[in-house]
């Protein structure tokens, strides 16, 4: 195995293009290095793009925030404007692991591991937050929950690799929540994670409203029927009813040693109308 | 000269202060060495080859494109460890559990291991091993494995223990039964009845520092074992029997250990070690990973226990019965005949019986896990209690009182009680400020007690009188959680010196008579009793000294306050002399001065205690959080307060592990899904609360100081007092063990759907 | 594979090293460094054992590859203590009997340090959120937390 840490994104994306056999990218390597134990892991490349300037920068935009892929998520705490724009996305990446690990882990990381139960994406794909891809013919900027195919797969290209997380301004009445399910305080993968992202008008009336659910399938699921039947209420106790309702009908989990299918399809419900009510707070809404 | 155990009333001026350890400091720098941190020259690393299967026969092993692969110098199999056990079926499984002979009993059991010059190398000769499996069908469930239908696991076990012998193998092993009176009369008078079945998964004792060792045999038949250990005495027998070694030619040191908590007690991957030096004519260093750990150490048993008890309506239990099946691994043991002893050892009953049976099946190799078995007897058996007392509309304390062993009780296992502690701890509960703490939504309090029998065992210590009067207090019993406190704290006491003065370590196998491991929380108790009584011999050998020195009968000699003193008035104004006076001039009167004792520690004492735990339930969720909680037990005597109460925490903490969250999870194929402690689930900092402890003093009559054991008894209420506090939080009561959010989210839900 | 040559610093001094690509912080800690002080509890970031300090973040150094650390700053346990003085940490977790076996401890005590490093006066809910990382099997964490809060006011005091 060869390590190398290239000081360009041209450079990177050309060893990463070059490689014959498999190549990894390395940024907090909390999943990586664990891969490596296992005794079937075999790799020819490891590319360490910490050293690529602006790699570790948050730069905050007119109307956006740019995440460098190897920002470590303590460091998103760390941002006073970020926490303050996006808490729910800061939470749910501040809830990965332990205190060690989030001095090493991304968001870009975690995005692209693939886990079903990563912490970061459905806050992520609750606000919409887009993935700024390098590689050897370019860049491009997909949706974030277009990245993960399944399982440990996802949907870059040979050469490519995620060189930021784009998360575009959603409007002064926005707010969003992240919560998951552990059966610990800390430490746990998460069981279901549900991120809610909501935007509301002058009276307080949902306008917009994105629910994304973490744990529950192959890939994160965006519960577009849930998202949609809170649109036009106030977030009454009969509208948060159906929103469980709904989010735990568009869970489609597994039975696996963190959760069974009943548990995770139940919680997913509950969370959902925990995390609503939080981001309609955040929001401006009572 | 005899010793006498008996207890003596008298102030303390060491014996329960709480000076530092005196091996803090290593440790706090990162300087003590444990297990893993020994290296020899020329060193070779070790792997184990596992099996992948939970039960199937061994066709054929080849390693010889394992032996080709550079830098490997040694490869061996059970081929290489011939059977020396000459019929003893405890040794026997030992052997056999280091490495599998004929048949791989469990997903993780050894099948060959590998020495090389590096662990790169070592893996990949693992890899090119060639092992043809006969996979069998297999059983890890302890109800499954107990049916008819179920595969057998060695078709040379008969259930013992019943009558007439059964002609058909079984995966029951043994029966074993205690009690006594007549249960079916003693029914026939209660006016209530609680009869339930219960279910407890297996848990590992999960200590941060996995197994590791260095091996080094020379050509000379003589070897050295560097290894973290609860007993090195004891793994120097064993390894001895199984190599075919004399016993005095190896030496066993024990490295600092980072935990052990009976999972140290008995030998893993040691033998192995040694084989493969010997083979290697190299040392050996073997360091399990923590996969390892879960798949190939010893975990505790899983178990399904049936308890009936019956009381009249003022409260008076009338008979109590106990059914109990556990697993031991793939090898009978008597984990079983342990649970039916402890059962019911909290109360004061005219009928009792309990029956244990040992089921084998495709798991590891089930090991002593503190207070071994007794912590899932006393689950069903204190729920049973709650529930009755529930039913019978008394206060859960109140009924525990009423029925609570005192001194002069039969116990349900046998034995006449001494003084003991469940009625003092009952009742300090009861009036402990935790039981008037407020409680809010979703909250529920409950208590449980606990017993423990606490051993003794063979004990050995050595000490040193040096020039200077200092002390050196060598022991054979590892230092687990900082007894080398507590015993220089005694020796100090005994000889009336500074506690700074005293120096206690941890000698091998070589420098010190036969001493039994660091288990059945004998570790102070037994080692406090050698340390007395090598201080006591110490003393008679100063006041000979004093004496001639003074030219006077050393019948006219006195020890007191650490000075030899004369008798009366008759000689004078001769001043008293110091240890270090008499040490000083130990060559012109005899040479050096020692104190030695060689003994069976007998009468640890039992340790009860009662705790107290309140828990928030989210009823949405099922997430159970721990609130609050308080530790009371007995310890006799507390000769350092904070270490006792450390051992408190320590136990509590564990067992609300084991309630909430802990549970080995095997798939359908038999093997452990959750070998790693992200998904084995200990508690972390942010899960507990502040553990509050109360010590209570009954002194055990045959200690000089009354000390007990402490170390186990704190790990056998909390299984009961959370399912008793989530019972009264949340309206259902719990069954299994571990009540994970899944399972108590179930049980309401199957509440309200009534 | 071929050695990478690494240029760090570790507890103040520079040190140099030859590594293979694929061993980790942890690995070259024990075994090439004689720092024996960070143990692997897991090798797989889930007991903090191994905790080390790189860049002002305390990290598991089984999960940093050793390759990483060039021109890094590094802290071990061996680096807390000044000498023979040890710091206020180390001293309270003797004093408080925050340890038994005491493998956890140099682990706790590198996350102790750095929590105190960017809080000085953390709440016990703090304390216990930050030090959920590191497993302790012993002590139920009573007498660690109390350490902490402990040392946490006594070097506020020092500052005052």
Redesign the interface.
Known sequence: ???E?PETIQDATALLAGARDKAFV?AG??DL??R??S?DFDAEL?V?I?SIAGMGDIVRTPDAFIIGAAV?C?ALAENEALVAAWPGIVEAANLI?????Q??CTMSGNLCNASPAADSVPALVAASAQAKIAGPNGTRTVPVEQIPQGPGKTSLEKGEFIEAIVVPDAGAQAGDAYLR?T???????AVVGVGVCLALDAEGVVQSARLALGAVGPTVVIAQDASASIIGTKLDDAALDAFAAAASAASHPIDD????V??RK??AG?LARRAARIAYTRAGGN | MSFDAAYQSQKFKSVGSRPLRPDGVDKVTGRARYGADFNMPGQLVARVLRSPHAHARIVSIDTARAEAVKGVKAVVTAADLPDLTNGDGALFAVLDNCMARTKALYDGHAVAAVAAIDEKSA?AA??LIDIEYEVLPHVVDVDAATRADAPILNDTVFTSGVTPAPDKPSNVANRSEFGHGDVDAGFEQADFIVERSYKTEQTHQGYIEPHACVANCNSDGTAELWVCTQGHFVYRQTCADLLGLEVSKLRVTSSEIGGGFGGKTHVWAEPVALALSRKAGRPVKLVMSREEVFRASGPTSATSIDVKIGARKDGKITAATATLRYTSGPYADMWAELGAMTSFACYDLANVKTVGFEVIVNRPKVAAYRAPSAPMAAFAVESAIDELAHKIGMDAVAFRIKNAAREGSKSSYGPVYGPIGIGPTLEAAQSHPHMSAPLGENQGRGMACGFWFNFGGQTCSDLNINADGTVTLAVGTVDVGGSRASLSLIAAEELGIDYQDVKAVIADTATLGYNDMTDGSRGTFSTSMATISAARNAIETMRARAALTWDIPVDDVFWEDGHAKAMGTKYGNLAPLSVKDIAAEAGNTGGPIAGHSEMVADGAGVSFATHICDVEVDP??G?T?IVRYTVIQDAGKAVHPSYVEGQYQGGAAQGIGWA??EEY?YGEDGRL??PGF??Y?I??C??LPMIDTQILEIPNPNHPYGVRGVGETSIVPPLAAIANAVSNAAGVRMSHIPM???RI??ALNAEKGK | ?SS?AVSTTINGDDVEYLC???E?LLDVLRNRLGLMGAKEGC????C?AC?AI?DG????S????G??A?GRTIETIEGMANGSELHPLQRKFIEHAALQCGICTPGFLM?AK??LDVNSSPTEEEIR??????LCRCTGYDKIVRAVQDAAQEMQGERA
């Not at chain 1, 059966?183 to 993968?189: F, G, L, Q």
């Not at chain 1, 040693?257 to 069974?260: D, F, I, L, Q």
Request: one cysteine or more.
């Open positions: 195995m060869r390590y840490r390395l390597g909390t290095l664990v490596m134990q005794d490891v360490d910490k470590p303590a692991g332990s205190t060690q690990i001095g090493r399910f059966p610990r305080t800390e430490m746990d993968i040693k963190r959760g069974t009943e548990f139940e919680v509950v | 893996k693992l890899k949405e969720t997430s959080r909430l969250n999870i899904q959750n992200l998904d689930r508690p972390v942010s899960d994970s959010p899944p989210l179930a | 594979m990478i293979q690509a694929d980790t090798g797989t970031g889930d903090g905790s790189v973040r305390v990290v598991c089984c999960l940093v590859l390759a990483e060039q996350a750095a929590l959120y930050w030090l959920a990382g590191n």
